[in-house]
């Protein structure tokens, strides 16, 4: 079993910036994909990351203005938000995929091949 917890996030201006961590409980060797993915009418993909080398995928909306990045060491995988706009608002959420790699391509976009999540931070974009 693996935990996922979720800090930083909350109420910033639109045009500014924040940074959402996302720390595992244990090492997981077995990890392929570290993901974000945020709520809105639906839970849809924002960024992911392959844990071993270190590959990078964005939604377009977010493109540009985010990056997704991670620590070995520390277990924890960022979220950096940049030029936030208020359309950025929503419940943000990190998960890990620990069973290999998925097929298909852009699978990793998909909510189903993750297999753990953290409990979400509220990310809000005033205008």
């Known amino acids: 079993q693996v935990q996922l917890v979720e800090s930083g996030g909350g109420l910033v201006q639109a045009g500014g910036s924040l940074r959402l961590s996302c720390a595992a409980s244990?090492?997981?060797?077995?990890?392929?994909?570290m993901g974000w993915f945020r709520q809105g009418k639906e839970r849809e993909f924002v960024a992911a990351i392959r844990w071993s080398g270190g590959s990078t995928y964005y939604a377009d909306s977010v493109k540009g203005r985010f990056t997704i990045s991670r620590d070995n060491a520390k277990n924890t995988v960022y979220l950096q938000m940049n030029s936030l706009k208020p359309e950025d608002t929503a419940v943000y959420y990190c998960?890990?995929?620990?069973?290999?790699?998925?097929?298909?391509?852009?699978?990793?976009?998909?909510?189903?091949?993750?297999?753990?999540w953290g409990q979400g931070k509220q990310v809000t974009v005033s205008s």
């Open positions: 998960a890990a995929r620990v069973r290999g790699s998925c097929s298909g391509y852009g699978c990793y976009e998909r909510r189903d091949e993750y297999d753990y």
């Open positions: 244990r090492r997981t060797f077995s990890t392929y994909y």
